[in-house]
């Protein structure tokens, strides 16, 4: 045998050594969620050092907080959380997905096939399959509530107090502030353990008045958001052992309170602060009936902004002419101090396209899990809005697969392409066995239907093992949400099955030293 032979084969062995290792890291992270899809997916138990326990079958947060350390299930985790951030759900599909193309892709590896050529064929075949993505998608109009409340309630979990909470504030922003770049329903989302859950046109600062002489409950209000501290300018200490000092600090605050005054007669009947206001400005506000929150943080102040209309100014703003102070004022139809969260809560008007939703839960460990569903559903309705609907549970992909079967293709990229079609099956295989039925017996029966008809939409009835038209039964996904799936889990095998060989890098000190 020659060297070159016996250094080839190294090549060889060291290359499949590698793609070997990622895989498995990949099933192994693939394992931890699967058994969370679909309806009747369980719940995984997560534990810290601590001892402490939270149950949940969000994917994106069992993936974020798993102490992963091999890379290439770093990258599918990482991949995972982008597709959280793009669009609020699908992080299990998506990690489901990925998993079964590497599988599958190697798979075919290991049976000859160049890893170059099995890239080219999975580049292949999610093309196309996005393509047949789009032609399944359906467009949603005003009258489509219903079935934005139908995926509210699959994202949600099934829970049909937060499928409603989440369409009464996706009603209350209005398709414009929906389709908003930049704006996110999911974050308009609040938790609060013992509270009611409910939409308020408002929002909540989580802070209390300075003191309990301040008005409780105000109406028709303007408001005042200062970005800065209320008090009067800092002077040296060594200034104010001087006269001259000293009548310059007495100005100061003769200064202010004229100002405060006067925003007072403008009918500002609440202040909010980004730092502290001073003792002597309290007094004065206490005396002027206005309510004033101080150390507000700076996501609460943007959303009073926001609500009320008011501009946030800094301390020497209070020293313009009167009618520039009257510009800078925000209205509010009531400001209240919830007594029993020691919160403000602040309501704007009814043409407000504005909105919190508040979660409500009996305890900090359900608070938390409703939080994270409404957000998730929220995040969901959105993207439906935004994108589109495709037929759910695992329908559209295997429709997508069946036609990708009939697609023909050329050369040993062939393989590669099979293992698209192989990867589209598997998230509607995942969710029959999650149900308790048999897979295999159930995908035969779908594809028999799908063959017949020509649709998009046929699935199992989880409940029944029937097949039956998802679509009819109200089981839709955002057209968003497969397309970033597909699309994410495409890129992370293609990144993984690049990868030739694993090179751990020197510690960070003796890189230095070098």
């Not at 793009?86 to 590896?109: F, P, R, S």
């Not at 009167?322 to 008007?349: H, K």
């Amino acid at each position: 045998m020659s060297s070159k032979h016996v250094a080839d084969q190294s090549d060889t062995d060291r290359r499949l050594a590698a793609l070997m290792t990622n895989a498995a890291a990949v099933r192994a992270v693939v394992e931890v969620v699967e058994g969370t899809l679909g309806p009747k997916g369980l719940d995984c138990m997560l534990v810290d050092e601590d001892g402490s326990v939270k149950v949940t079958n969000d994917g994106v947060t069992i993936l974020k907080t798993m102490d992963v350390n091999h890379p290439a299930a770093r990258i599918l985790i990482s991949a995972a959380e982008y597709q959280e951030e793009m669009v609020g759900d699908g992080t299990t599909t998506a990690t489901l997905l990925a998993g079964a193309l590497i599988a599958e892709a190697v798979n075919e590896v290991l049976k000859g096939v160049p890893v170059t050529q099995v890239i080219e064929g999975i580049r292949l075949g999610i093309a196309k399959a996005l393509e047949f993505l789009e032609e399944a998608a359906v467009r949603l109009g005003p009258s489509d509530w219903g079935i934005l409340k139908e995926i509210a309630l699959i994202a949600g979990r099934g829970y049909s107090e937060i499928a409603e909470l989440v369409i009464d504030a996706a009603r209350a922003v209005g398709a414009e502030r929906l389709n908003e770049e930049g704006f996110l329903l999911s974050d308009q989302v609040m938790a609060l353990e013992g509270a009611c859950s409910q939409a308020i046109i408002g929002t909540i600062v989580n802070k209390e008045p300075i003191n309990r002489e301040m008005p409780r409950d105000v109406r028709d209000a303007k408001v005042m958001i200062l970005d800065d501290a209320l008090d009067v300018q800092t002077v040296d200490p060594a200034a104010l052992a001087t006269e001259a000092g000293l009548k310059r600090r007495m100005d100061a605050e003769a200064e202010l309170q004229d100002a405060i005054r006067t925003i007072a007669g403008l009918g500002v009947r609440a202040v909010f602060t980004d730092r502290a206001v001073s003792g002597l400005v309290e007094d004065l506000l206490t005396e002027l009936g206005i309510i004033a929150v101080e150390r507000v943080a700076y996501r609460e102040w943007r959303r009073l902004a926001e609500l009320t209309g008011a501009r946030p100014v800094k301390r020497s703003s209070l020293l313009r002419p009167r009618e520039e102070l009257e510009a800078m004022l925000g209205n509010a139809s009531r400001i209240m101090v919830n007594e029993r969260f020691r919160q403000v809560w602040v309501y704007g008007g009814p043409s407000k396209r504005f909105v919190t939703a508040v979660v409500g839960g009996t305890t900090p460990e359900v608070v938390a899990e409703k939080e994270r569903i409404a957000r998730d559903a929220a995040g969901a309705v959105q993207a439906a809005w935004k994108s589109g609907i495709v037929p759910g549970g695992g329908s559209v992909e295997l429709a997508i697969a069946r036609r990708l079967s009939r697609v023909p293709v050329s050369g040993m990229s062939r393989y590669g392409f099979q293992c698209v079609i192989e990867a589209l099956k598997r998230p509607m295989a995942q969710i029959c066995l999650n149900a308790g039925w048999n897979p295999l017996e159930k995908i035969e029966e779908v594809l028999e239907h799908i063959d017949a008809s020509g649709t998009y939409a046929y699935g199992v009835n989880c409940d029944t093992g029937k097949v039956e038209d998802l679509s009819v039964s109200g089981v839709w996904d955002p057209y968003a949400v497969k397309y970033h799936a597909i699309k994410t889990a495409g890129e992370v095998s293609e990144a993984i099955l690049r990868i030739n060989t694993i090179i751990k890098m020197k510690e960070k000190d003796q890189q230095t030293m070098h």
